[in-house]
């Protein structure tokens, strides 16, 4: 429960540092709540709107609701009780239905430049919900998997392969590469994806997956451990990024192979 509400304390500020669809939500919630209204409908999702939004700000309740989803999900899927979309909608048609008569009647155009700048500001200043980044990295990840399965189809051709990689690099394994067996899928790091079932994974594959994706604090295998375990297994691609390079020599000795630099990675076939 501790880490629930640690994780609700510092969810809102995590949440909103990506985009700002949550701060335009209770930008347009207020001006909604101050414009009249009357009609029945409008102030009952207008009131549901509110309360559910509290509710996942506030620290308390938002641990309450992680709690209720089973404890499977981040503080940004509780989200989904909020109608985000359709308030943001409603609330901006209204705004458009107020500025259009602000452009109307003398020094129209003044009021008008000043409308532009707000929204222009709201571009620049907000990504509408996507990281910064996101994209570019996203690109760049299916650049580089893309890169080392058509090297991989040039070294092996013809030969089914079972690979271990980062996980930058296994998510990519099921496009468009039928010859590529992955030792485990993504939901051994992506827990979200086990949310409704009770599949798990051998001890012995957590710990493979903490040491190559660098989360060693949590793991506490060394990398001659991690290569034995490998020389038991019929993992024929051994994918490792540039940061474990001291392990290189290890896995080569260990597994008998040699190590072929591609890009950010070493590329081991057995």
């Not at 458009?96 to 200043?125: H, N, P, Q």
């Not at 089914?160 to 990519?172: G, N, T, V």
């Not at 490792?240 to 950010?264: C, D, H, K, M, Y």
């Amino acid at each position: 429960m501790l880490k629930l509400l640690q994780t609700a304390w510092t969810g809102w500020r995590d949440f909103t540092t990506a985009g700002k669809l949550p701060a335009l939500l209770l930008a347009l919630l207020l001006f909604v709540w101050f414009r009249s209204r009357k009609e029945r409908e409008t102030k009952t999702f207008l009131l549901y709107t509110t309360v559910t939004t509290a509710l996942c700000i506030l620290p308390f309740t938002a641990a309450f609701l992680m709690l209720y989803q089973t404890r499977f999900y981040d503080y940004e899927w509780i989200w989904s009780l909020v109608p985000m979309t359709a308030m943001i909608g409603f609330g901006g048609v209204l705004l458009i239905e107020d500025c259009s008569r602000m452009l109307r009647g003398k020094r129209a155009w003044v009021r008008g430049a000043f409308l532009a700048a707000l929204c222009g500001i709201l571009v620049i200043c907000s990504g509408f919900g996507l990281g910064s980044s996101g994209f570019s990295d996203e690109a760049a990840q299916r650049a580089q998997a893309h890169d080392i399965y058509t090297y991989l189809e040039e070294a092996i051709p013809g030969r089914h392969y079972r690979i271990w990689a980062p996980k930058e690099i296994l998510a990519y394994s099921r496009v468009g590469w039928a010859d590529c067996d992955p030792l485990y899928g993504r939901n051994l790091w992506d827990r979200h994806l086990n949310a409704y079932t009770y599949d798990t994974y051998p001890e012995e594959l957590e710990q493979l997956e903490l040491w190559i994706d660098g989360d060693l604090e949590r793991g506490d295998w060394t990398d001659e451990r991690c290569a034995e375990y490998l020389a038991g297994t019929d993992v024929t691609c051994i994918v490792l990024p540039v940061r474990l390079e001291g392990a290189v020599g290890t896995f080569e000795e260990v597994l008998g192979i040699t190590a072929s630099p591609q890009g950010e990675y070493y590329i081991m076939i057995r």
